[in-house]
């Protein structure tokens, strides 16, 4: 059981490494003590920069934006699990195949999952994005299937194996589960939280029409006296 509040969220800094396309990180320091009287920084980067939330919108046309989406919708009750990593079909530089294991025992439609592959490893380096692991076919169809909510994992992405590298996303976002991907220190949380259930959540800024958004994620005791929390309204 999970007693200690956890911070799963990748720092952010400038000049980090990001998604090849993707608008690199900038933080600038435009005001100082000692010529302002105050510190104030220019931050510039991507909306899927780091440790990030995924909005329906990102991938779905016409799908609810940030903005759209109540605050009750990104946390609640989650449970963390390791996923089964099996070698590439056939030549090793290829990329890790990763196949979902059973859902622990106490699982209801409605919580939130999150997937250690152990890719945190790579966090924060160009190797992140170098070969990042998939899923085997028919992984997101099994995730709507069980009512996942909120599916978060240690990848910079998710993708299942074939030709359409967006196919998982337009499922899993379409049905309204919402995606934390670049989490960090899920091994750490496996240790300490078991298979108990424990609070998360990643909360985005409020962008007006926002298609996703880096969020500082934590893992924590679930509140007294509940056993689940959040919704997102769309899903039952």
Known sequence: MLDRWMDLSLPIRDGMPVYPGDPPVSIRVASRHETHGYELRILSMGTHTGTHLDAPVHFVPGGPP???LPPEA??????VVQTEIMPPMADPAEWARLRLPPLPAGFSRGDILLLSTGWETRAGTTACFDRIPRFVPGTGRALVAAGVRILGLDLPTVREEGPDGAAMHRELLGAGILL???????EGLLRA??????????LPLP????????????????PAGRSRTGRTGGRT
């Open 193 to 202: 939280a078991g298979t108990c259930p424990f609070h998360f959540q990643a």
């Open 207 to 222: 962008i007006e029409g926002g298609d996703g958004c880096p969020v500082r994620a934590l893992a924590g005791p679930l």
């Open 180 to 186: 934390v991907e670049g989490l960090v220190h899920l």
């Open 66 to 68: 940030l903005s759209d």
């Open 74 to 79: 990104f946390l609640g009750r989650a449970f």
